[in-house]
């Protein structure tokens, strides 16, 4: 029983920046972690970056690697996905996703919780 919402996406140009959050609920440290995934249309789902509850390791994809940071916001099961210098290639739909123990950190199918996304747009 885990409940996740995102919030914070939005309209930006190219180079802006934009926040979205994920605010979890329910057993949620009962998971391993954070992940974020985003989704454009007819594109597959891919891994964006990742968070541990216990060490607050991060893990990113070498296509925002530099750019975006992952992070937990206080001691609250809220994680947050800054992201900087976007790109056109950064729209998408932007999902946040809970993962057991014991699971590939970067694979879309090790989730088991995803809440209903958020869009980005990247646009001038």
């Known amino acids: 029983q885990v409940q996740l919402v995102e919030s914070g996406g939005g309209l930006v140009q190219p180079g802006g920046s934009l926040r979205v959050s994920c605010a979890a609920s329910?057993?949620?440290?009962?998971?391993?972690?954070l992940g974020w995934f985003r989704q454009a249309p007819g594109k597959d789902r891919e891994f964006v970056a990742a968070?541990?509850?216990?060490?607050?390791?991060?893990y990113y994809a070498d296509s925002v690697k530099g750019r975006f940071t992952i992070s937990r916001d206080g001691a609250n099961a809220t994680v947050s996905l800054q992201m900087n210098s976007l790109k056109p290639e950064d729209t998408a739909v932007y999902y946040c996703?809970?993962?057991?123990?014991?699971?590939?950190?970067?694979?879309?199918?090790?989730?088991?919780?995803w809440g209903g996304g958020t869009q980005v747009t990247v646009s001038s």
């Open positions: 996703a809970a993962r057991p123990y014991g699971v590939t950190i970067t694979a879309t199918t090790s989730y088991d919780y």
């Open positions: 968070i541990s509850w216990s060490a607050g390791n991060t």
């Open positions: 329910g057993r949620i440290f009962s998971t391993s972690g």
